[in-house]
C-alpha cells in the first residue's frame, strides 16, 4: 500500500493543525494505521493509531487530550487532528500501515509514508 501524508505546516503553539494520509493500491480497510513523528536528534516515536474498523484508538501519553486520529474506510485515508500544540510537538509525522492490529512499536509498520513536517513555534 502506498501512503501520501500531507497537511504539516507553521503554528503557533497553542494552535492546532490537521494532518492527512492517503492511502492507495490495496484494500485500505485491511490495515491498522498509526502516525508517527520523529524530531531532530530523536528516535521515530508512536503518537496515535487506529483499527481497521475505526473502533480502537490508541494515543501517546504525550498527546493524548490534545489529538484525534480517525480514519473514513471509504475515502481510504487517516486523519490526525491536534489541538494546543506544543513546541515540542515539531517533528516529521508520519503515517504507516499494518495488516491485524495497532502497534506501537516502528518496527511492526510495514509501509510509510513519505511524512510532513509540523513546526510549532513558541
Known amino acids: 500500500v502506498q501512503l501520501q501524508a500531507s497537511g504539516g505546516g507553521l503554528v503557533r503553539a497553542g494552535g492546532s493543525l490537521g494532518l492527512s494520509c492517503a492511502a492507495s493500491?490495496?484494500?485500505?480497510?485491511?490495515?491498522?494505521m498509526g502516525w508517527f513523528r520523529q524530531a531532530p536528534g530523536k528516535e521515530r516515536e508512536f503518537v496515535a493509531g487506529i483499527s481497521r474498523s475505526g473502533g480502537g484508538t490508541y494515543y501517546a501519553n504525550s498527546v493524548k487530550g490534545r489529538s484525534t486520529i480517525s480514519r473514513d474506510n471509504a475515502k481510504n485515508t487517516v486523519y490526525l487532528q491536534m489541538h494546543s500544540l506544543k513546541p515540542e510537538d515539531t517533528a516529521v509525522y508520519y503515517c504507516a500501515a499494518k495488516e491485524a492490529g495497532v502497534a506501537v512499536v516502528s518496527r511492526d509498520y510495514d509501509y510509510w509514508g513519505q511524512g510532513t513536517l509540523v513546526t510549532v513555534s513558541s
Open positions: 493500491g490495496r484494500t485500505f480497510s485491511n490495515y491498522a
